[in-house]
């Protein structure tokens, strides 16, 4: 298990720099923070492996069936006219045919059974004429038709999974199949959240005047639990220095990262920066995006700590494409790069050079079966209904201008982006 270094997140204060340049910069400085710990098969879902995972045997195990028919060896087929052979036998999945089968014969067989030995094709039920003992065959079969062969899945010795890959489902099954009972997998990163600011409250409760409701805790709540965070909600801590700097000391002590929202902005001086200064470090990376281009990173004593813009969308899309990956590392993930995919864009935009734009927008089919996208009415960093009111985010290039119908647009799905 790797400790972050004082000057993991450290930034040389320059001007504006671009998303992938700071991702690569700073994943390339970062390791996994948590333990590993074996679990068996059924509790490993969600998680990351710690080491790889190689296959026990061949998968399948043994050439074998791949429908209801008749197995039988390729040189005895007549190949322009049909061939009759004399059924020997039967075989099921785990009720191999274990004799000989001399030349001329067949072998009933059904789907997932062990070739009989020296035979090498199947030949489906339903092509297939049965009279007394014997089958008649059609012509035209291919040698090797519907017959799976051993290891061509996955060979025994190779690897079949990667440290750090994300155990779903279908993760689960092959390595069901390799023979692993258990697996050696990373313990959930522990986060701490906390929303900071007096005029912040609970949902639900009653609003002062200048009051606003805790938008971004439950969101960011469900974001790391996605990413399988296991999370600590250290609810709404007021503007006091004292108390603000014992929260954050003690939430670093139990956990591997620290996240706040809000407060944290260039040349703010304000009790968050103060009290992480005071604690660790604490480097402003201003990044050539909109929303959110401040973004905070930082360490408390051990622990990682990631500022995110107070405006909600800003703040969730800047935990999807910049803070989802880094905190991925420190967990012990290899994320996937994200895979967007190019749709049309049916409106008018003017947009700036210089800095990546995330625009929200929904998806509808075109007249060629294309995709056009349709811009969410409201596209600023505070409107949490661009979020809920859209299928997904189109990314605009650094370089990118202005937007008129009929452009080509990379275009990411809201379930990609962890929403």
């Known amino acids: 298990m790797a400790r972050l270094s004082d000057d993991c997140f450290a930034h040389d204060g320059g001007g504006l720099q671009s998303l992938d340049a700071a991702l690569a910069d700073l994943l390339s400085r970062l390791e996994p923070v948590v333990d590993s710990e074996s679990l068996p098969l059924g509790a490993c879902l969600g998680r990351a492996l710690a080491e790889p995972v190689l296959a026990r045997l061949d998968v399948?195990?043994?050439?074998n069936a791949a429908m209801d028919g008749y197995a039988v060896r390729y040189a005895d087929?007549?190949?322009?006219?049909?061939?009759?052979?004399?059924?020997?036998?039967?075989?099921?999945a785990g009720r191999p045919y274990t004799g000989p089968v001399p030349a001329g014969h067949a072998v009933r067989i059904f789907t997932g059974a062990p070739m009989p030995a020296g035979l090498d094709t199947v030949l489906m039920q339903e092509d297939c004429r049965l009279e007394g003992g014997q089958v008649w065959l059609p012509?035209?079969?291919?040698?090797?038709?519907?017959?799976?062969?051993?290891?061509?899945?996955?060979a025994a010795g190779r690897q079949a999974l990667a440290i750090g890959?994300?155990?779903?489902?279908?993760?689960?099954?092959?390595?069901?199949a390799c023979g692993h009972g258990s697996l050696r997998v990373y313990k959930p990163l522990r986060v701490a959240l906390l929303s900071t600011g007096d005029e912040v409250h609970e949902a639900g409760a009653s609003l002062p005047l200048g009051g606003i409701y805790d938008a971004n805790r439950p969101m960011l709540a469900g974001l790391l639990r996605r990413l399988g965070c296991a999370v600590t909600d250290l609810g709404i801590q007021p503007d006091r220095p004292e108390a603000l700097r014992s929260?954050?000391?003690e939430a670093a002590s139990g956990h591997d990262a620290v996240i706040s929202s809000g407060g944290v902005s260039a040349g703010e001086e304000d009790h968050v920066k103060a009290a992480i200064t005071a604690l660790g470090s604490l480097h402003l990376w201003r990044l050539a995006?909109?929303?959110?281009r401040p973004v905070a990173l930082g360490r408390i004593a051990s622990a990682a700590y990631f500022g995110l813009p107070g405006n909600p969308a800003a703040a969730a899309l800047t935990f999807a494409f910049f803070a989802r990956p880094l905190l991925a590392r420190l967990a012990g993930y290899a994320l996937p790069l994200l895979q967007g995919f190019a749709v049309q864009a049916d409106f008018h935009f003017e947009k700036k050079p210089g800095r990546r734009e995330w625009l929200r927008a929904s998806l509808y089919p075109g007249p060629d079966g294309g995709?056009?996208?349709?811009?969410?009415?409201?596209d600023g960093a505070a409107v949490i209904g661009s979020l809920t009111g859209s299928d997904g985010v189109l990314d605009l290039a650094q370089d990118q201008t202005g937007i008129r119908p009929g452009d080509r647009l990379l275009f990411y799905p809201r379930e990609m982006l962890g929403f």
Do not use: M
């Not at 322009?80 to 075989?91: D, K, N, Q, S, V």
């Not at 890959?165 to 069901?176: D, F, Q, T």
């Open 247 to 249: 929260t954050l000391a």
């Open 139 to 154: 012509a035209g079969i291919a040698k090797g038709a519907n017959c799976r062969l051993a290891g061509e899945d996955i």
């Open 165 to 176: 890959r994300r155990l779903g489902p279908a993760e689960l099954a092959l390595v069901a």
């Open 60 to 63: 399948p195990p043994a050439n």
């Open 77 to 92: 087929l007549s190949q322009g006219a049909p061939t009759r052979l004399t059924l020997l036998g039967r075989a099921a």
């Open 371 to 378: 995709w056009l996208a349709r811009k969410y009415p409201l």
């Open 289 to 292: 995006i909109k929303p959110g």
